[in-house]
């Protein structure tokens, strides 16, 4: 049956059954890191997946106007989560005018999403440098030459930037690094989810804050690791 756009309210996806339910008892670790890597290395190991580090970031201006792109995640700690991209790009302004942003993952074929809340800061000079520069060679020179989301009349315009840059480099020169870097994540709340075929779909809630300790009762809300509080949500 071709699908279109007058059926798509028909359409259901078969996600998990009760055999597989994400319960807060299974929980190897209660902060919110560990899970996530954990749920990270199953989707690189799923063939289905070809990105599986591809994350949607959401941003908003200083008016509250809001956007979001696709980005790819560089780098997970326990600090938080790390991706690059063009100091002058609208996301990068976006962050500039207010830091609070929000990221999530959707690995499909597992049923799976995570969402991250939290706050967003340049990460040092010396570190975008250093995975800049481990970059293939054109991604580098790609990247010099775009100055993103900036107006450009045609495609053409950009080919003869990035030939103009590759004319003017020695086969060994090192590529300048742009107005380009790293922003780490500081997440404030990391919401896991796991679908499940009745749509009684599993929510798990890390949050971590000033206050969060102090909701801790034990029935709705449970003290974790490091300073995280855990909850679970209803579908």
């Given at each position: 049956?071709?699908?279109?756009a007058d059926s798509m309210s028909s359409l259901r996806l078969k996600y998990h059954g009760k055999k597989n339910i994400l319960l807060e008892k299974?929980?190897?670790?209660?902060?919110?890191?560990?899970l996530f890597r954990e749920w990270l290395e199953v989707a690189l190991q799923t063939d289905e997946i070809l990105e599986a580090n591809a994350a949607?970031?959401?941003?908003?201006?200083?008016?509250?106007?809001?956007?979001?792109?696709?980005?790819?995640?560089?780098?997970?700690?326990?600090?938080?989560?790390?991706?690059?991209?063009?100091?002058?790009?609208?996301?990068?302004?976006?962050?500039?005018?207010?830091?609070?942003?929000?990221?999530?993952?959707?690995?499909?074929?597992?049923?799976?999403?995570?969402?991250?809340?939290?706050?967003?800061?340049?990460?040092?000079?010396?570190?975008?440098?250093?995975?800049?520069?481990?970059?293939?060679?054109?991604?580098?020179?790609?990247?010099?030459?775009?100055?993103?989301?900036?107006?450009?009349?045609?495609?053409?315009?950009?080919?003869?930037?990035?030939?103009?840059?590759?004319?003017?480099?020695?086969?060994?020169?090192?590529?300048?690094?742009?107005?380009?870097?790293?922003?780490?994540?500081?997440?404030?709340?990391?919401?896991f989810w796991q679908g499940q075929t009745d749509r009684l779909h599993d929510r798990i809630r890390f949050r971590k804050g000033e206050n969060t300790?102090?909701?801790?009762?034990?029935?709705?809300?449970?003290?974790?690791?490091?300073?995280?509080?855990?909850?679970?949500?209803?579908?």
């Amino acid at each position: 049956m071709s699908i279109t756009a007058d059926s798509m309210s028909s359409l259901r996806l078969k996600y998990h059954g009760k055999k597989n339910i994400l319960l807060e008892k299974n929980l190897k670790n209660k902060e919110p890191f560990s899970l996530f890597r954990e749920w990270l290395e199953v989707a690189l190991q799923t063939d289905e997946i070809l990105e599986a580090n591809a994350a949607c970031l959401a941003t908003a201006n200083k008016a509250g106007v809001p956007s979001n792109r696709f980005v790819l995640l560089k780098d997970v700690t326990n600090e938080g989560f790390t991706f690059f991209t063009n100091y002058g790009s609208r996301k990068a302004q976006d962050i500039d005018e207010n830091p609070n942003v929000a990221m999530t993952l959707y690995w499909c074929p597992l049923r799976r999403s995570v969402r991250i809340e939290g706050v967003a800061t340049k990460i040092p000079h010396e570190l975008s440098a250093a995975y800049f520069h481990q970059r293939p060679r054109a991604s580098q020179i790609g990247a010099l030459a775009s100055e993103q989301s900036q107006r450009i009349p045609s495609r053409k315009h950009l080919d003869e930037i990035e030939a103009k840059i590759k004319e003017n480099l020695k086969p060994d020169e090192q590529v300048p690094m742009p107005n380009w870097g790293g922003y780490l994540i500081t997440p404030s709340c990391v919401e896991f989810w796991q679908g499940q075929t009745d749509r009684l779909h599993d929510r798990i809630r890390f949050r971590k804050g000033e206050n969060t300790l102090k909701e801790v009762d034990n029935n709705l809300v449970h003290l974790g690791e490091n300073g995280w509080v855990y909850e679970r949500l209803a579908p």
